[in-house]
C-alpha cells in the first residue's frame, strides 16, 4: 500500500513537467545560409578552411526557455550554432533565430517556452523547397514531431533567395515559387494563416537581386511579414551577414512577429506554458486523503 501512495505522488509531480513542454510555441526556421547561420564564420588563411570564431552576444545567449529540436528530435537547451546539426556540410555560426527569440521573450516576459525547429540549408533555391522535395517533407516531419508534444506552431522565419539571383528565368519565377511554397506549408501544418516573418534579401549570389527583392516585398499573400535586411553588414565574403547583424535582423524579426498575433497569444502563453496546473495536485490529494486515514486506522488498530 506504501508503495502505490509513493507512486501516485510521484505521478502527481511529474505531471505537471509535462504539461510545460506540451504548451511550448514553436518557431519554425527554414531557407538556406543565412537562416542557418554564418555570423562569425571567416576563411582561416592558416588552414585555407572555414572556421566559426565561437563569438555568442549576448542577445545569442541560451535561455532556459528556448529549446531547440536537434536533428535526432529531441529537445535540447538552445545555443549557437543551431544547425549545426543540420547544415551538416557547411560551417554554421550565429543566424537569426536565438536574437529573435531572447528579443521575443525580452518584449513579452510572458511568452512561454519557445521551441525553435531549425530546417535551413545553405545554396539551396527555392524549387528545392517545393511541397514533395526531400527539404519540403524533412521540415514538414521536423514541424510533426515538434507537435507531438502538445505546442503550437507560432511562425516560421524564412530567409531564403540567395540562390535564385543567378539566372534570370528563376529570379522571375520567385514570387509565384514562393507563395505557392508558403501555400501548401500552410496547409500541410493546417494553419492557413500562420504567420510567416520573411527576409528581404541582404546579398545575393548573381545579378537578379533586385528581382528577387521586389517579389519577396511585394507578396499579397494573408499575413506574411517582410523584413528588409538590405544594408545590414555583411562578411568578407559579400553574402552573409556578421554577428552583429544577425544579432539586429532577429530582433527586427521579433518585433514583425509580435506585430503579427494577436494580443491574447501575447498575455496567456505564459499561464499555459510556465505555470502547473493546480488540478492534478488536487486529484493526488484526494486519492491519498482517504489511503492516509485508512493507514493510520490500521496503525491505531495493530496498536491496541
Known amino acids: 500500500m506504501f508503495a502505490w501512495l509513493l507512486c501516485l505522488i510521484l505521478v502527481s509531480e511529474a505531471w505537471p513537467v509535462k504539461c ?33 570564431d565561437g ?22 537547451l538552445a545555443h549557437e550554432p543551431l544547425h549545426a546539426d543540420i547544415d551538416v556540410n557547411k560551417t554554421n555560426g550565429v543566424g537569426p533565430g536565438l536574437p529573435f527569440a531572447n528579443a521575443v521573450l525580452t518584449k513579452v516576459p510572458n511568452f512561454g517556452v519557445i521551441g525553435l525547429v531549425p530546417c535551413a540549408i545553405g545554396g539551396t533555391n ?21 507537435l507531438r508534444g502538445g505546442g503550437t506552431i507560432r511562425a516560421v522565419l524564412w530567409y531564403q533567395g540567395e540562390s535564385d539571383t543567378v539566372n534570370l528565368e ?3 519565377l520567385y514570387k509565384e515559387r514562393s507563395d505557392m511554397f508558403f501555400t501548401d506549408l500552410r ?34 499573400l494573408p499575413n506574411v511579414r517582410c523584413v528588409d535586411a538590405m ?13 552583429p547583424a544577425q544579432v539586429r535582423l532577429g530582433e527586427m524579426m521579433a518585433d514583425a512577429f509580435l506585430q503579427s498575433i494577436p494580443s491574447s497569444i501575447k498575455t496567456t502563453s505564459h499561464s499555459h ?32
Open 20 to 52: 510545460q513542454y506540451q504548451q511550448q510555441q514553436l518557431i519554425i526556421l527554414a531557407g538556406q545560409s543565412n537562416m542557418a547561420g554564418r555570423g562569425g564564420v571567416t576563411n582561416d588563411t592558416r588552414t585555407n578552411k572555414l572556421t566559426w
Open 187 to 220: 496547409s500541410d501544418l493546417q494553419s492557413p494563416l500562420l504567420p510567416i516573418i520573411r527576409v528581404a534579401l541582404a546579398s545575393g549570389e548573381g545579378p537578379f537581386i533586385e528581382i528577387v527583392r521586389k517579389a519577396q516585398l511585394s507578396s499579397d
Open 231 to 243: 544594408g545590414l553588414p555583411l562578411e568578407p565574403d559579400g553574402l552573409h551577414l556578421t554577428t
Open 170 to 172: 528563376d529570379a522571375k
Open 126 to 146: 527555392i524549387s528545392q523547397w517545393r511541397k514533395g522535395s526531400s527539404l519540403y517533407e524533412q521540415m514538414i516531419q521536423r514541424a510533426q514531431v515538434a
Open 55 to 76: 563569438i555568442v552576444p549576448p542577445q545569442c545567449q541560451p535561455n532556459p526557455s528556448i529549446l531547440r529540436l536537434t536533428a535526432k528530435l529531441k529537445w535540447v
Open 273 to 304: 506554458s510556465h505555470s502547473p496546473p493546480k488540478f492534478p495536485h488536487f486529484i493526488s490529494y484526494f486519492l491519498i486523503l482517504p489511503l492516509l486515514i485508512h493507514l493510520f486506522w490500521m496503525i491505531l488498530t495493530f496498536r491496541y
